[in-house]
C-alpha cells in the first residue's frame, strides 16, 4: 500500500517530466510514460520501506507509534532527496512553506516540518482510533499537538512575537530578466538563439539598477562562439561605473569539457566571476552509468556537463554576498547551507537563475517557487530569481513573494532586495550559522 500511494502522488507530483521528455526531447509518449511512473516507483520504494517497517512497530503503543510513522517517513524523504544524487521534489514538508508550521521551518528545516506534519497526522488518526476515550494521558498529547501546531501559527499573526535570527544587511535594486524564449527554438541559430542575443543585449546594455540578472543559458552559446565582440562589449558595459551584472551562459570547450554557469561582470575585476553548476540533473545535464542508450533517444543539447564544487564562493557587489544557484539547485538546501560554515563569508541574498520552460506552463512553475520560497525561510535570507518563462520574482526572508512577473511574457522585474545577515546565537550562547542551527535542531529532532 505504501508503494502504491507514493508511485502515484509522486507521478502526480512530477507528470510534467512529459512534457520535456516527449514534446521537446522527442521521446516516443508510451515509452515516456513507462520513464516516469518507474521513477516514480524506484523512489516510492523509500516509502514502501517506510510502511513496511511502521507495519511492524504498530503495536508498540499510539505514542510510540506515531513518532515511529513520523521519522520513519522523514527517513524516507531525506533517503529520497539524497541517494542517487537525490530529487526530493514535492515533499510533504513543501507544503507548509504557508499555516501553522511553517514558523518551525527556521528551526528545523523543510525535513523537520515534514517530520512535524506526518506526526500530527498520525496522532490525528490514532485519536480517532481510540473510539473517543481520551483519558490523561492522551489529553496531555493533545495539548502537545496543539503547542506544536497553533501556538507558533499565532505568532506569526503577531510580530515580533516570534523572533528572526538574522538582521538586515542594506539593500540592493536589481533588474531580473525574463525573455520567454520558446523552449523549442531557444537553442535554434535561426530563431531563438538571435532572439534572445538580441533581447537581452538590449536589457543588460540599458539597465540601471544595481544588478541586472539574466536566467540559465540566457545566452544560448559559449562565449567563443558568440558574434564578434558581443561578450567583450558586454564584459566593457559592466566594466566601470556603478552597475554589475550575473549572466547565464554555458563555458568551457571540447578539451577541458562544458560547465552550466553564471557569469558575474562588476567594475575593477581582476578576473570573471564565475560559479559552475554543482547538482546536475540526470538524462538532462549528465548521463547516468548504463544508460547512454536512453538519452540518444532525446534530443536535449548541452546535454554532459562537468560539477562544479560544493560551496563555490558569493559574488560580492555593494555590500552584499550573492549566493549564485542554478535550476533545480535551490532543492538541496544541505548543500547551500555549506556556504555558511564560515560566518564571515556567508550569504545575504540568494540568487536563482532557472530556465524551467522544459516544461511547459505547468505546476512545476508554481513547485519551484515554493521550493524557493522555503529556502528563502530556512535561511532566512532573500532570494531573487530570474528565469526564462517563470517564476521571476523577489521573495523577501520571511518566504513571501515581494514582487513578481506574469508566466509566460517577456519583460523585466525592477525592484529592491534586503540584503539579510548576522544571525542570533542558540539559547546557551552557542553561536552558529544558521545552517548550523537548523542542522543541530534536526538532530535533536531525529
Given at each position: 500500500m505504501?508503494?502504491?500511494?507514493a508511485?502515484?502522488?509522486?507521478?502526480?507530483?512530477?507528470?510534467?517530466?512529459?512534457?520535456?521528455m516527449?514534446?521537446?526531447?522527442?521521446?516516443?509518449a508510451?515509452?515516456?510514460?513507462?520513464?516516469?511512473?518507474?521513477?516514480?516507483?524506484?523512489?516510492?520504494?523509500?516509502?514502501?520501506?517506510?510502511c513496511?517497517?511502521?507495519?511492524?512497530?504498530r503495536?508498540r503503543?499510539?505514542?510510540?507509534?506515531?513518532?515511529?510513522?513520523?521519522a520513519?517517513?522523514?527517513?524516507?524523504?531525506?533517503?529520497?532527496?539524497?541517494?542517487?544524487?537525490?530529487?526530493?521534489?514535492?515533499?510533504?514538508?513543501?507544503?507548509?512553506?504557508?499555516?501553522?508550521?511553517a514558523?518551525?521551518?527556521?528551526?528545523?528545516?523543510?525535513?523537520?516540518?515534514?517530520?512535524?506534519?506526518?506526526?500530527?497526522?498520525?496522532?490525528?488518526?490514532a485519536?480517532?482510533r481510540?473510539?473517543?476515550?481520551?483519558?490523561?494521558?492522551?489529553?496531555?498529547?493533545?495539548?502537545?499537538?496543539?503547542?506544536?501546531?497553533?501556538?507558533?501559527?499565532?505568532?506569526?499573526?503577531?510580530?515580533?512575537?516570534?523572533?528572526?535570527?538574522?538582521?538586515?544587511?542594506?539593500?540592493?535594486?536589481v533588474?531580473?530578466?525574463?525573455?520567454?524564449?520558446?523552449?523549442?527554438?531557444?537553442?535554434?541559430?535561426?530563431?531563438?538563439?538571435?532572439?534572445?542575443l538580441?533581447?537581452y543585449?538590449?536589457?543588460?546594455?540599458?539597465?540601471?539598477?544595481?544588478?541586472?540578472?539574466?536566467?540559465?543559458?540566457?545566452i544560448?552559446?559559449?562565449?567563443?562562439?558568440?558574434?564578434?565582440d558581443?561578450?567583450?562589449?558586454?564584459?566593457?558595459?559592466?566594466?566601470?561605473?556603478?552597475?554589475?551584472?550575473?549572466?547565464?551562459v554555458?563555458?568551457g570547450?571540447?578539451?577541458?569539457?562544458y560547465?552550466?554557469?553564471?557569469?558575474?561582470?562588476?567594475?575593477?575585476?581582476?578576473?570573471?566571476?564565475?560559479?559552475?553548476?554543482?547538482?546536475?540533473?540526470?538524462?538532462g545535464?549528465?548521463?547516468?552509468?548504463?544508460?547512454?542508450?536512453?538519452?540518444?533517444?532525446?534530443?536535449?543539447?548541452?546535454?554532459?556537463?562537468?560539477?562544479?564544487?560544493?560551496?563555490?564562493?558569493?559574488?560580492?557587489?555593494?555590500?552584499?554576498?550573492?549566493?549564485?544557484?542554478?535550476?533545480?539547485?535551490?532543492?538541496?538546501?544541505?548543500?547551500?547551507?555549506?556556504?555558511?560554515?564560515?560566518?564571515?563569508?556567508?550569504?545575504?541574498?540568494?540568487v536563482?537563475?532557472?530556465?524551467?520552460?522544459?516544461?511547459?506552463d505547468?505546476?512545476?512553475?508554481?513547485?519551484?517557487?515554493?521550493?524557493?520560497?522555503?529556502?528563502?525561510?530556512?535561511?532566512?535570507?532573500?532570494?531573487?530569481?530570474?528565469?526564462?518563462?517563470?517564476?521571476?520574482?523577489?521573495?523577501?526572508?520571511?518566504?513571501?513573494?515581494?514582487?513578481?512577473?506574469?508566466?509566460?511574457?517577456?519583460?523585466?522585474l525592477?525592484?529592491?532586495v534586503?540584503?539579510?545577515?548576522?544571525?542570533?546565537?542558540?539559547?546557551?550562547?552557542?553561536?552558529?550559522?544558521?545552517?548550523?542551527?537548523?542542522?543541530?535542531?534536526?538532530?535533536?529532532?531525529?
Amino acid at each position: 500500500m505504501g508503494l502504491l500511494f507514493a508511485t502515484v502522488w509522486l507521478c502526480a507530483t512530477f507528470w510534467w517530466l512529459y512534457v520535456s521528455m516527449h514534446t521537446f526531447a522527442g521521446l516516443n509518449a508510451a515509452l515516456t510514460v513507462l520513464a516516469i511512473v518507474a521513477l516514480a516507483m524506484a523512489l516510492g520504494a523509500y516509502y514502501a520501506i517506510a510502511c513496511g517497517l511502521y507495519w511492524r512497530l504498530r503495536q508498540r503503543g499510539p505514542w510510540r507509534s506515531t513518532l515511529a510513522f513520523a521519522a520513519l517517513w522523514t527517513m524516507a524523504e531525506m533517503a529520497r532527496g539524497t541517494w542517487l544524487t537525490g530529487f526530493g521534489w514535492g515533499a510533504v514538508g513543501y507544503a507548509h512553506a504557508d499555516g501553522p508550521l511553517a514558523a518551525w521551518i527556521p528551526w528545523v528545516g523543510s525535513y523537520g516540518v515534514g517530520f512535524l506534519a506526518a506526526w500530527v497526522a498520525a496522532a490525528g488518526i490514532a485519536v480517532l482510533r481510540s473510539g473517543g476515550a481520551v483519558h490523561r494521558g492522551w489529553a496531555m498529547r493533545l495539548v502537545l499537538v496543539f503547542v506544536l501546531v497553533v501556538v507558533p501559527g499565532l505568532a506569526l499573526l503577531v510580530p515580533g512575537l516570534l523572533p528572526g535570527w538574522s538582521t538586515p544587511a542594506g539593500s540592493l535594486s536589481v533588474t531580473l530578466l525574463q525573455g520567454n524564449i520558446p523552449q523549442d527554438e531557444k537553442f535554434q541559430s535561426g530563431s531563438g538563439v538571435p532572439l534572445a542575443l538580441g533581447w537581452y543585449g538590449d536589457q543588460l546594455n540599458h539597465s540601471h539598477t544595481d544588478l541586472v540578472v539574466a536566467p540559465e543559458t540566457a545566452i544560448p552559446l559559449l562565449p567563443q562562439d558568440l558574434p564578434d565582440d558581443y561578450w567583450a562589449a558586454l564584459k566593457t558595459r559592466f566594466a566601470s561605473g556603478g552597475q554589475a551584472a550575473l549572466i547565464g551562459v554555458p563555458l568551457g570547450n571540447m578539451a577541458e569539457g562544458y560547465t552550466n554557469s553564471v557569469v558575474g561582470l562588476g567594475p575593477n575585476q581582476q578576473q570573471v566571476w564565475r560559479y559552475d553548476k554543482h547538482h546536475l540533473v540526470p538524462f538532462g545535464e549528465f548521463i547516468p552509468p548504463l544508460f547512454k542508450w536512453f538519452t540518444r533517444m532525446m534530443n536535449i543539447p548541452l546535454g554532459d556537463f562537468n560539477r562544479g564544487a560544493v560551496g563555490q564562493d558569493s559574488f560580492d557587489w555593494k555590500g552584499q554576498r550573492l549566493a549564485a544557484n542554478i535550476c533545480y539547485e535551490d532543492l538541496f538546501g544541505e548543500e547551500l547551507g555549506v556556504r555558511f560554515v564560515d560566518p564571515a563569508r556567508s550569504p545575504t541574498i540568494f540568487v536563482n537563475v532557472s530556465n524551467i520552460g522544459w516544461f511547459g506552463d505547468t505546476v512545476a512553475i508554481d513547485q519551484h517557487l515554493q521550493i524557493s520560497r522555503m529556502r528563502a525561510l530556512e535561511f532566512e535570507r532573500p532570494m531573487v530569481r530570474a528565469t526564462n518563462t517563470g517564476a521571476t520574482v523577489i521573495i523577501d526572508h520571511t518566504g513571501q513573494v515581494a514582487q513578481s512577473l506574469p508566466r509566460y511574457t517577456r519583460g523585466a522585474l525592477v525592484g529592491t532586495v534586503q540584503g539579510a545577515t548576522a544571525p542570533r546565537p542558540l539559547p546557551g550562547g552557542w553561536g552558529v550559522s544558521d545552517y548550523g542551527r537548523c542542522g543541530y535542531c534536526q538532530l535533536l529532532l531525529f
